[in-house]
């Protein structure tokens, strides 16, 4: 699925999760979008003391932002893959139905995976 094919808004958020990927140099970037429109990213965290998926990071962003709830969220990475806990943290704040979008690189979403 191209960005062409995307919901404008869902095409925002997969190019600022490749964006932050890219800035960081990191295995994976992630967005997510909050019921209120906002946006928040963030890339992987590999620490000795700390390990953290761009998706968890991104919504514990918003979480302590304030965000109430979420409408789409995005991983972009050489291989996209969300993990079972990651998608657990996108349903405690966005509930069952929250589209996570899985993009390559080059920005193309190949596939979308409900809460």
Request: proline content about 2%; charged content about 20%; cysteine-free.
């Amino acid at each position: 699925m191209t960005s062409q094919e995307l919901d404008p808004e869902d095409a925002k958020i997969v190019t600022l999760a490749r964006a932050t990927r890219s800035r960081a140099g990191s295995a994976q970037g992630a967005a997510v979008r909050d019921t209120t429109g906002r946006t928040y990213t963030a890339a992987t965290v590999s620490l000795s003391s700390l390990q953290l998926s761009a998706l968890r990071l991104a919504v514990a962003m918003a979480v302590s932002s304030g965000a109430e709830g979420l409408e789409a969220a995005a991983v972009v990475a050489e291989e996209a893959a969300v993990a079972t806990e990651d998608v657990a943290a996108v349903r405690d704040l966005g509930g069952e139905g929250v589209p996570i979008l899985l993009a390559g690189t080059d920005g193309s979403v190949t596939e979308s995976v409900s809460t």
